[in-house]
């Protein structure tokens, strides 16, 4: 299982971007759906969540900016991000967690990173 993210940038500030991450593989089924990020010298956070039935959380700082969205047909999260704010620039990671083909548990996957620099 693979997941693969695409999207990031250099926006301005008060701009719009969107990611996306698509999971590969030997799928059986995918559970919650999730974005991280980490900025320089900062812990990794959660950034936004979605369950496979739509129900999402979002992390105070991006409330009302930020949208997560899913694909369940296509094994893909997405990440709206609009209003954003310098202190938005960090390394972005989805993550999801997968049962593969054949298996019986869901396991923790991790997408590379990509990166969004707010700035002007």
């Known amino acids: 299982v693979q997941l693969q993210a695409y999207g990031g940038g250099l926006v301005e500030p008060g701009g719009s971007l969107s990611l996306s991450c698509a999971a590969s593989?030997?799928?059986?089924?995918?559970?919650?759906m999730n974005w991280y990020r980490q900025a320089p010298g900062k812990q990794r956070e959660l950034v936004a969540g979605?369950?496979?039935?739509?129900?999402?959380n979002y992390a105070d700082s991006v409330k009302g900016r930020f949208t997560i969205s899913r694909d369940n047909a296509k094994n893909t999260v997405y990440l709206q991000m609009n209003s954003l704010k310098p202190e938005d620039t960090a390394v972005y990671y989805c993550?999801?967690?997968?049962?593969?083909?054949?298996?019986?548990?869901?396991?923790?996957?991790w997408g590379r990173g990509t990166l969004v620099t707010v700035s002007s």
């Open positions: 593989g030997r799928i059986s089924s995918i559970s919650g």
């Open positions: 993550n999801a967690a997968v049962r593969s083909s054949g298996g019986y548990s869901y396991n923790d996957y």
């Open positions: 979605i369950s496979r039935y739509g129900s999402t």
